[in-house]
């Protein structure tokens, strides 16, 4: 048996960099790859209250406009034999925003949806940012999906 568990959220937050919209993404201590925001729902939280404290704490920014971004990001974890299921949230950014780290990283970069696949090491992260682009960029969000 393989168990599934759901205990970590994670957020693509876009921004208007220089008249061009741009995913975000920071460099992790661990493991030294490039991702998005992500992090443990701490006990009492709901998804959208966990995945809110760890964008402020990952890179203070206070998103203007949060929505359920409809996508599970899923993978196999080996090292604990678990299949992890990730609810995925999409941040809308003031243009030009600002980013200030915390020591969970050590770079951040505003990606082009190119620039962000060439980054990105696992193949779920190329398929979320390819979903977020098509139903957040594109297209605008459904109102449905909204949370802030």
Sequence with gaps: MIPIRSIV????????????LKILLMKRVKGNF??????????????????????KEETAIQV????SAD???QFYEPSLNV???????????QPGQAVCLNHEHT????CS?????????????????DFVWDNFAVQSPLELLRII
Excluded: M
Aim: negative net charge; proline residues 1%; glycine residues 6%.
């Design 64 to 67: 203007q406009h949060l929505f």
């Design 113 to 129: 949806l190119s620039e962000a696949k060439t980054l990105a090491v696992f193949s779920n992260q190329r398929r979320l940012y």
């Design 9 to 20: 959220v994670s957020a693509v937050l876009l921004s208007e960099i220089e008249g061009e």
């Design 71 to 73: 996508y599970l990001e």
């Design 34 to 55: 490039w991702c998005h925001v992500a992090g443990k729902v701490e006990d009492g939280e709901t998804a959208s209250q966990a995945i809110l404290r760890e964008i």
């Design 107 to 110: 770079a951040y970069q505003w």
């Design 83 to 93: 299949i992890e299921v990730i609810p995925a949230f999409v941040g809308f950014c």
